[in-house]
């Protein structure tokens, strides 16, 4: 369960002084379990919003309650996905998965055997000892996505994770990542700048203004589960989803 | 338009420019008849039977140990200074006028003081290499840590690595690739300055047997001692290099590397 109250991002401008404000007031809360959406035009604070509630980013003012724990820091129970994948070059793809179970002193044995079902999982058997140079984009996002899963975060912070890949890969993932949340009922929170992403993923979609952002909308996204892409694009209900965000985003901040 | 040499493969290159060079300076030896200017037939005998009997060695081993002393601690203590100093702004702060007013100083030129405080011997030349070799060490880990992605580090973060452990398993191997070269740098400017601190303080050493040799008017010999000294440069920084290729093949490659060397 994550609860933000109030929070809002102001910058000090690098040179010359003055503030520049990110995020305003932004409050919501998203479920255990829940999978939500954050879209935005870019520059909205989105990813800037998944930072702080992560720990890497403080917060300027108001509260957020990661299990009803304030957030002081980055914390091994909320796990991040970056779209730069931001994996270890120095280690190889098996290196990068055992990483976090290391740090958080699970067994060897035990560490070798779960990695080993993460690598299945995400379909990278037989090059578990490659190093990250030597895999494509989509690989490198299973490996960064098996790298999070290895230390069993209970949230996933997606910062546009599928952002940089091609749209075949792209599909792809996007249907292992909906495969394993089904599976595991982790609560994920999920930046996009992709509408149709968003309406496929999630449960809730957030759509942000642009900067500062605040929330402008809150949506249900009432599609069966599990979801199954060919059903879904024929779908009414769906392209109406796809069709109303997308209006939300085009509308000029100041209209 | 073809061009000179275009058709050699490129490993004879420097065979062919190094042939041409000592049959040049052959050449010139001939035309000047000079003993300042000893040919080459004479010169490289002495070389090789300075190496051959081994009567180099016990100086050749103890520049070397001076190298290794100095660069060994040189490397112990300047990549945590510049790992840290990458990572904090307020040690950077500190360091950087130091480092930036100490660079340029030929490091040899501070001897006298250094043996002034430190006596004479094997101390004070070691000190100086010390110093020399820790500049381009600090300045490469520094630059490496400050460019490591910041996601890096928050993805150690979150899988709870406290801020010392990922100094060592993350800063460090992230700003290896640029360390590295810093260490590249530091081992020809240690050469020299090992080698210029023996001619100093004469007591052993290749630049001690260097001087020796010119001041008993031996030239052939002392050509002899400046070639060993050259190969000697030249084979660490090769081996360096073997070594640095085989530490970083995980690192996506990087071009055109350039090595500046101040001393």
């Given at each position: 369960m994550i609860i933000l109250e109030g929070v809002t991002k102001t910058y000090q401008r690098a040179q010359g002084g003055g503030e520049v404000q990110a995020l305003g007031r932004i409050s919501t809360s998203i479920k255990g379990g829940e999978f939500v959406a954050l879209v935005g035009p870019s520059g909205c604070g989105k990813s800037t919003l998944l930072y702080i509630v992560g720990g890497f980013v403080p917060k300027s003012s108001g509260r957020i309650l990661v299990n009803d724990a304030p957030v002081t820091g980055p914390g091994p129970d909320r796990g991040p996905v970056f779209q730069e994948f931001a994996?270890?070059?120095?280690?190889?793809?098996?290196?990068n998965i055992l990483f976090g179970l290391r740090e958080q002193k699970v067994p060897k044995p035990e560490a070798q055997s779960r990695a080993q079902r993460l690598i299945e999982m995400v379909h990278l058997k037989g090059f578990e000892h490659l190093y990250p140079?030597?895999?494509?984009?989509?690989?490198?996002?299973?490996?960064?996505?098996?790298?999070?899963?290895?230390?069993?975060?209970?949230?996933?912070?997606?910062?546009?994770?599928?952002?940089?890949?091609?749209a075949q890969t792209r599909t792809m993932l996007q249907d292992e990542l909906l495969a394993i949340w089904e599976r595991d009922t982790k609560t994920v929170l999920f930046v996009t700048h992709a509408v149709d992403e968003a309406v496929y993923l999630a449960d809730r979609v957030l759509v942000m203004t642009a900067a500062p952002g605040r929330i402008k909308a809150d949506l249900a996204i009432n599609l069966p589960r599990p979801r199954r892409r060919d059903e879904l694009l024929r779908d009414a209900n769906y392209q109406n989803y796809v069709i109303e965000i997308g209006h939300m985003l085009d509308r000029p901040a100041a209209a | 338009m073809a061009r000179f040499g275009e058709n050699l493969p490129k490993a004879l290159a420097p065979i062919a420019v190094t042939a041409g060079l000592l049959a040049l300076w052959q050449?010139?030896?001939?035309?000047?008849?000079s003993s300042y200017l000893p040919p080459m037939t004479e010169i490289l005998p002495i070389t090789v039977s300075l190496v051959g009997s081994g009567e180099i060695f016990p100086d050749l081993l103890s520049s070397l140990a001076r190298l290794a002393a100095g660069f060994g601690i040189g490397l112990v203590a300047g990549i945590p200074i510049g790992l840290i100093s990458g990572r904090n702004?307020?040690?950077?702060?500190?360091?950087?006028?130091?480092?930036?007013?100490f660079y340029p100083v030929p490091k040899a030129a501070l001897m006298p003081i250094v043996m002034l405080w430190f006596g004479a011997g094997d101390l004070s030349k070691v000190l100086i290499i010390i110093l020399t070799v820790s500049l381009p060490l600090i300045y490469h880990a520094q630059q490496g840590a400050r460019a490591v992605d910041e996601k890096l580090i928050w993805s150690a973060q979150a899988m709870g690595c406290s801020s010392l452990r990922r100094l060592l398993i993350v800063i460090l191997p992230a700003s290896l690739p640029e360390i590295l070269i810093g260490a590249r740098v530091a081992i020809v400017i240690g050469v020299i300055v090992t080698i210029t601190s023996e001619m100093i303080v004469r007591q052993s050493g290749l630049g001690n047997y260097l001087f020796t040799a010119l001041d008993m008017g031996q030239y052939a010999m002392t050509y002899a001692v400046i070639l060993i000294i050259a190969v000697l440069g030249f084979l660490l920084d090769w081996l360096f290099e073997i070594m640095r290729r085989r530490l970083t093949l995980w690192a996506p490659d990087r071009q055109g590397i350039e090595i500046a060397v101040t001393s």
């Open positions: 994996l270890f070059p120095w280690r190889t793809v098996l290196g140079k030597e895999l494509s984009g989509g690989m490198k996002q299973r490996v960064a996505i098996a790298r999070t899963l290895a230390y069993d975060p209970a949230i996933l912070l997606m910062d546009e994770p599928f952002g940089a890949l091609d | 050449g010139a030896a001939l035309v000047a008849r702004r307020a040690v950077e702060e500190f360091i950087m006028p130091l480092l930036g007013a």
